[in-house]
């Protein structure tokens, strides 16, 4: 089954360092998306991505956040001065349309995530 | 401002049994919901979805009810297994919209053998 790879799985970095997340999503969806959890807390909308382009961004995607489609494979999160509230898994998703039985289905597939704790 | 809300954040069950997890929600733009299964430190396991035009989708196991006029939907696991123990997170996605999910905060299901 077609999966969406994130990488790496834990990443620690000091704080106001820069931090670039990977993902690989599901080759032939079209839309792509970045969500957080903090620990405790529910998962979180962060971006999502189509046709190379931002398409919504939630108010935590503030100005310290950028995404990128660098190679038409790879879709990646910057931070770019970490904060140690950026701690929180991150998680990558993509997701495609389909009909089945006259209406549409969405299916969305999220990585396994990357722990990012800032110290 | 919580639109989806699992006001739930615990349920046990004894291995054979149903288990009814829910979920509420506000946004009546909402069409399309789904629900996901999460173990620590993974990334959330697609379950089943319904859509709004639907009170109802099973598959195996798993059966999703959707009550629009409450702006409920349950999902039942029947018979529950050990291997369900997990944190259960609906998600819904406005119509319209860029096809971004708003979660719940989650339920965390233990299934005693």
């Known amino acids: ?119 | 401002d919580q639109q989806v809300k699992q006001n739930s954040p615990s349920l046990s069950v004894q291995e054979g049994r149903i288990s009814i997890l829910n979920c509420d929600y506000t946004n009546s733009m909402f069409d399309y919901f789904l629900w996901y299964k999460k173990y620590p430190a993974e990334g959330p396991t697609f379950l089943i979805s319904i859509s709004s035009i639907k009170d109802k989708n099973e598959d195996g196991r798993f059966t999703v009810f959707l009550n629009k006029s409450a702006k409920h939907l349950s999902l039942h696991i029947v018979p529950s297994q050990p291997g369900d123990s997990a944190v259960y997170f609906c998600a819904a996605r406005r119509g319209g919209s860029n096809y971004k999910l708003t979660f719940g905060k989650g339920t965390l299901l233990t299934v005693n053998p």
């Open chain 1, 1 to 119: 089954e077609p999966e969406v790879t994130q990488t790496p799985s834990h990443q620690v970095t000091q704080m106001g360092q820069e931090v670039i997340l990977r993902c690989v999503p599901i080759s032939n969806h079209l839309y792509f998306y970045w969500y957080r959890q903090i620990l405790g807390q529910k998962v979180e909308f962060l971006v999502s991505f189509y046709n190379n382009e931002i398409s919504e961004k939630s108010e935590i995607f503030d100005d310290q956040f950028s995404v990128e489609r660098p190679d038409g494979s790879n879709f990646t999160l910057k931070i770019r001065s970490t904060k140690l509230e950026d701690s929180a898994m991150y998680f990558c998703a993509s997701s495609d349309i389909s009909r089945q039985g006259g209406y549409l289905l969405y299916g969305y597939t999220f990585g396994s995530g990357t722990r990012l704790t800032v110290v």
